[in-house]
C-alpha cells in the first residue's frame, strides 16, 4: 500500500500509489499519484477519485477567509461517507527546508477546530482512504512499507501547496504534456 518498491511485479487491476518527494535547492516538495495497472476494478477507480475530491476540497480549505475548514472539507467530499476509513496518524504535514515539519495537518476533523492558517505556511496533504473502514495498519521493518491489518486496498494522492495572500498554491501541480 505505501513503502519501498520490492521485487513485487505488477499486475492487470493492481492497484499503485507513487508517493515521491525531493528537496531542489534546500527547499522540500512531497506528491504522490495514484492509479491502476491495466483494467481498472470500479470499485478502484472509486477509491482513487474519492481521494482526489477529497485533496481538492482540502486544498480549497486552505483559503485565508476559512482558516479552519481544511480538514472538515476533505472529510465532507465522500472520504467517510462513502464508508471508507482513513489513517489517523498518517496525515499531511508541514514541509519546508526538510520533508515533514510542524504543524501537522490532519486528515479528519470537524469545522472551526482547525488552527488558523496564516500566509507562508506551505503544506502536504495527502488523503489516503481505506476500502472496508479501518484505520488500522502494520509497518514493515524497514519504516515505509505499510499494508491494512485487513487486507483492504487504498489510495494515496498527495500535493505540496503553500498559503498565500490570494488563497491557496498548489506547488506539486502535475502538468499536461
Avoid at 492509479?35 to 485565508?64: K, M, N, Q, S
Wanted: proline share 8%; glycine share 16%; with cysteine.
Amino acid at each position: 500500500m505505501h513503502g519501498i518498491p520490492d521485487g513485487y511485479r505488477l499486475r492487470d487491476g493492481d492497484l499503485v500509489s507513487i508517493d515521491c518527494g525531493a528537496q531542489p535547492g534546500g527547499r522540500a516538495g512531497d506528491s504522490a499519484i495514484g492509479f491502476t495497472v491495466g483494467v481498472p476494478r470500479p470499485a478502484d477507480v472509486t477509491l482513487i477519485e474519492t481521494a482526489e475530491r477529497a485533496l481538492a476540497a482540502g486544498h480549497r480549505g486552505g483559503r485565508r477567509r476559512q482558516p479552519h475548514r481544511r480538514r472538515h472539507a476533505r472529510d465532507r467530499h465522500g472520504v467517510p461517507r462513502r464508508g471508507y476509513g482513513t489513517m489517523e496518524d498518517l496525515d499531511g504535514h508541514g514541509i519546508g527546508r526538510s520533508m515533514h515539519e510542524d504543524p501537522g495537518a490532519p486528515n479528519e476533523g470537524r469545522p472551526g477546530r482547525d488552527m488558523p492558517l496564516r500566509h507562508g505556511m506551505v503544506f502536504a496533504i495527502g488523503p489516503m482512504p481505506i476500502e472496508g473502514g479501518t484505520d488500522t495498519y502494520h509497518a514493515a521493518p524497514d519504516g515505509w512499507t505499510l499494508r491494512t491489518d485487513d487486507g483492504t486496498r487504498a489510495a494515496h494522492v498527495e500535493h505540496t501547496a503553500a498559503i498565500t495572500e490570494t488563497g491557496p498554491r498548489i506547488l506539486t501541480a502535475r502538468r499536461a504534456p
